[in-house]
């Protein structure tokens, strides 16, 4: 699943558009009315955590890759298409996506101090966040786009594997200044994998997601699905701290 860095990437890319006229819009995309893109000059493209946003003058189209979704840039898929724009350079096109129309502000939409890879990202913010649901699993609490958006199940395995936090452990129960580093790496991880895209390296860096041995200990990692999300964990017993609840 795409996670906050590939969306910045595909911004990189899409920006060659910028500026340009929609000439013609096709898709199946329900929500999307193609006679409205038509003539309209697209003014910037944004992103919002996992989220691709096209931007007009009076409304945007956001784009969610889901599960399984992609693109194409100057080129076409064998497969049905939900999106393709075309502009007077070049043509991208979406596949197997979520798109939707909208119509407020952007900014009544989207708070961009919760996204990882915004400049007005706020830490503070996420912390507090954190502390409002105590009891959660940070395995769950970590990819809840609302508190630290961009973040998917890939930069979570990796950022509780490089603070040694284990993934069953219960937020409340992590002391402030690691849960408060933790963030941080949130952040730290998120750039270097935009870095990696770039380069095209990005699986050659992961150290524990889809992975089988601890590079620490040299050990087999456990996999399963933890929290009440069920999402995919690959953790190490020995090197990954537990935190819960002290028992009297
Ligand atoms: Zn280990």
């Not at 189209?61 to 693109?71: E, N, P, S, T």
């Amino acid at each position: 699943m795409p996670e906050g860095p590939q969306m910045v990437f595909l911004k990189e890319q899409a920006e060659q558009f910028v500026g340009q006229t929609v000439l013609l819009a096709e898709g199946s995309a329900k929500h999307v009315p193609n006679n409205r893109l038509q003539g309209q000059v697209l003014t910037e493209i944004k992103t919002y955590g996992k989220e691709f946003l096209f931007c007009f003058s009076s409304f945007a189209i956001c784009i969610h890759l889901m599960l399984f979704g992609k693109y194409a840039i100057n080129s076409r898929l064998d497969r049905e298409l939900r999106l393709g724009l075309e502009f007077e350079t070049g043509e991208i096109n979406f596949y197997a996506c979520d798109c939707r129309l909208i119509e407020k502000e952007l900014s009544e939409v989207y708070d961009w101090s919760t996204d990882v890879m915004s400049t007005l990202f706020d830490k503070a913010k996420a912390l507090e966040k954190l502390h409002t649901k105590p009891e959660r699993q940070i395995s769950d609490a970590i990819l809840d786009q609302s508190i630290l958006a961009g973040v998917g199940n890939g930069i979570k395995n990796e950022v509780l594997y490089r603070r040694q936090i284990h993934p069953e452990s219960m937020v409340g129960a992590i002391p402030e200044v690691e849960l408060l580093k933790l963030v941080n790496e949130c952040v730290k991880l998120s750039f270097e994998y935009l870095t990696w895209i770039r380069e095209g390296t990005a699986k050659q860096h992961w150290q524990v997601y889809q992975k089988k041995e601890c590079p620490r200990d040299f050990i087999p990692l456990q996999k399963g699905k933890t929290g009440k999300q069920l999402r995919s964990s690959y953790y190490c017993d020995r090197c990954q701290r537990l935190f819960l609840p002290d028992v009297l």
